[in-house]
C-alpha cells in the first residue's frame, strides 16, 4: 500500500511475481526498445481504441517497479490527449512510463482477470488513484496478457474521461483482444520482434 503526500492511501495489490515477470520480460525482448519497436505495439493500441470506441487505450508491459506503454493510442490533436501523453508518456516515445502504483493495469496484473469500471468513481477503492485527478480518466476496461508459461506480462486496456457502461459486450471485446495479442507474442517467440 502506497501514501501519496495528499494523504489518500493508493490500495495498489502486492505483486509478488513481479521478478519472474521482468525477467520473462528480458526473455522476451518486451520493454523499453527503440522508437521505431513501438510501431506493432501502438498499431495494436489503435486496434483497441477502434474496437472498444475509445479515446484511449494502452498496450502496457509492468515490471516490479513501473508500467511501460509499448503501444500507446491518444486521440491526435487534443488537450486530453496530451494530458495523457503527457502524464502516461512524459510527453517523449522514448519515455512511456507510469508509476507502478498509478492506474488499473497493476490490478488487473495480480487478479489476472479482467477488470471493468464503468464509472471508476462508483468504487472506493479505484476512486482515490491519481489518474482520476491528474489525467481525468473516469472509465477503465482492461485484461492481462497472460502468455504460454503462465506469467502475466501485463495487460491491455481502454480508458475513458467520462463513465462508459462497458457491459459483456466490452469484457468479451477487450478479452478477445488480449487473447490476440498474446498469441502474437507467442508467434514473434523465437523470431523478430514485433
Known amino acids: ?31 523499453e526498445r527503440p522508437d521505431s519497436s513501438y510501431d ?8 483497441v481504441a477502434e474496437a472498444t470506441a475509445s479515446p484511449f487505450s494502452m498496450v502496457n508491459f509492468i515490471d516490479e517497479n513501473r508500467q511501460f ?13 496530451r494530458e495523457l501523453g ?24 495480480v487478479r489476472r482477470k479482467a477488470l471493468v469500471l464503468d464509472d471508476v468513481c462508483d468504487y472506493p477503492r479505484f476512486a482515490g488513484n491519481p489518474v482520476v485527478d491528474d489525467i481525468g480518466i473516469r472509465s477503465y476496461l482492461g485484461a492481462p496478457l497472460i502468455d504460454r508459461t503462465g506469467t502475466a506480462l501485463g495487460t491491455v486496456c481502454a480508458v475513458d474521461t467520462v463513465p462508459r457502461p462497458w457491459g459483456r459486450a466490452g469484457l468479451d471485446t477487450i478479452k478477445s483482444l488480449a487473447r490476440e495479442l498474446v498469441c502474437q507474442i507467442g508467434d514473434r517467440e523465437g523470431h523478430h520482434p514485433l
Do not use: E, I, Q
Request: hydrophobic share 35%; charged share 20%.
Open 1 to 31: 500500500m502506497t501514501s501519496f503526500a495528499t494523504g489518500r492511501m493508493l490500495l495498489t495489490p502486492t505483486d509478488r511475481h513481479g521478478p519472474a515477470r521482468a525477467a520473462r520480460l528480458r526473455a522476451l525482448d518486451l520493454g
Open 40 to 47: 506493432d505495439f501502438d498499431a495494436f493500441a489503435d486496434k
Open 69 to 81: 506503454f509499448a503501444g500507446l493510442h491518444t486521440p491526435a490533436g487534443t488537450c486530453r490527449g
Open 86 to 109: 503527457s502524464a502516461a508518456a512524459r510527453g517523449n516515445r522514448g519515455s512511456r512510463h507510469m508509476a507502478r502504483d498509478h492506474g488499473y493495469c497493476p490490478h488487473v496484473l
